[in-house]
Structures are given as C-alpha cells and as structure tokens.
C-alpha cells in the first residue's frame, strides 16, 4: 500500500520542520554544518519524540469521506494533512486565526497526577475568515508491563478540555462514563468554538508501577500564533 510511505514521509517532514527550529517561529533558525560534523548551530531546534510526533499526525488529519466523526472506528483519525497544523512565518494572514502550541519536551506525569495547562482562543468575529475547529491531541508510549496485566494499556491517561461556558469535552468524543480505555492517542475536536480561556486537562490514574510518563500534548485553533503574549510559546501544565 502507497499509505505506508505516504505517512512515513509526511511524519519525516514533521520531524524536520521542528529540527530545523520553524517551531515556534515558523522559519529555519538552525544551520546544520557539513558531516561528519552532525550537531546543529543556534536556533530552536527540537529533535521530536515519537509521542510528540503521534500528537502532530493526529492533530493535522482530517475525516475521509462518509466518516462522520472523529476518530471513526474504521479509519482513526482519518487522512494525513501535515500543512493543517504547522504555521509559517510567511504565512502571515493564516497566523493572525489560527496557531499551533506544543508541550515541552521535558513534560511528564506520574501515577495518579493531574495537570491543567490553558489556552486562550480569540472571541467569534476577530480575524475571522473561515474560523478553524480547536483541535487538542495527546499522545504517549506505554510503558512496558510483564504481560500478565489483562489491560489493553496499563498507562490510562485521559485528556478533557474545559469550555469557557463550563462544558467539557472528553478525549477521542467518548462521554464521561465510557471514557477511552483502548487507545495511546486521544484528541478533542471543538467545531466552532467560542472564544476565551480553555483547561486542558491531563489525568494519569494510580499506577503498580513507579514510572513516568512523557506525553506529548499538540494544540491547534484559532489564535493568533505568533502572540506569545496570550499564549505562551510552549503549553505551561501546572
């Protein structure tokens, strides 16, 4: 099948956009010298883990025809769009509706830990243009059991995002009482949000195991990407 390659190099162009530092400046800031020598020279390089590029597939794909939610149970999260969840700096009226934010790399979370980072979305009407759907993925590596633990992933985390207006939306659009049990990646997707300040929320159950996690969170919507004043370069759990 030609989607094996197809995604193969589409998640390389992910990689390359944040080693070459585009991100959050969205253009190259790092020179990379002549082999042998293979370390990069300034900028905002960030070599991505694989949770992190996980979130970004998933945060930039879009429904296949007659898929009528997202994740659909026969084809996920749908189709790969990598250009839907970066932003270049020569895109400059793009930039002014719609963002992109990253957890740091560094982020991690342990048994029974919650965090909580914000995001704050411009109110309907500023900079409108066609608005985009606010869009939030988390994504994470199992980490490994003995195998005689009869649960498809022992490392539950839950992602919900609280609304301005008090709702909460649940990770991969399963309510509150059969929230996901059976997959590493979860995303929320909130068409035509209202503006204001959202919660998102990160919740590890108790463990047996002293681990900890690294996810990754990727969020996308509409805010002007290059105000680093409202939000943050990078998303702040706390």
């Not at 990689?15 to 253009?27: C, I």
């Not at 994504?139 to 709702?167: C, H, K, M, Q």
Request: glycine fraction near 8%; hydrophobic fraction near 35%.
């Amino acid at each position: 099948s030609m989607a094996t390659p197809g995604a193969a190099g589409s998640t390389a162009l992910l990689a390359q956009y944040l080693k070459d530092g585009f991100y959050p400046s969205g253009k190259r800031t790092v020179d990379w010298p002549s082999w042998p020598n293979t370390q990069p020279k300034g900028g905002d390089s960030i070599v991505p883990s694989m949770s992190l590029l996980k979130a970004l597939i998933s945060n930039g794909a879009g429904p296949i025809r007659s898929s009528s939610r997202i994740p659909d149970s026969n084809k996920g999260f749908g189709a790969m769009h990598v250009s839907d969840c970066l932003v270049f700096a020569d895109e400059i009226e793009k930039a002014e509706r719609f963002g992109l934010r990253i957890s740091p790399q560094d982020f991690t979370i342990g048994s029974g830990e919650e965090f909580v980072a914000d995001i704050v979305l411009l109110e309907k009407g500023q900079n409108e243009g066609q608005r985009k759907p606010f869009v939030v993925s988390l994504a994470w590596l199992d980490p490994p059991t003995n195998g005689a633990l009869d649960v498809p992933v022992y490392a539950d985390i839950d992602l919900f995002v609280e609304s301005p207006d008090g709702r909460v939306f649940y990770g991969n659009q399963i309510d509150e009482d059969n929230e996901e049990a059976y997959s590493t990646t979860e995303r929320v997707t909130i068409t035509n949000a209202v503006g204001g300040r959202y919660k998102i929320h990160i919740k590890c159950p108790k463990l047996t195991m002293k681990v900890k996690i690294f996810p990754s969170v990727v969020v996308n919507g509409p805010f002007k990407h290059f105000d680093f004043n409202v939000n943050k370069e990078f998303l702040e759990f706390r």
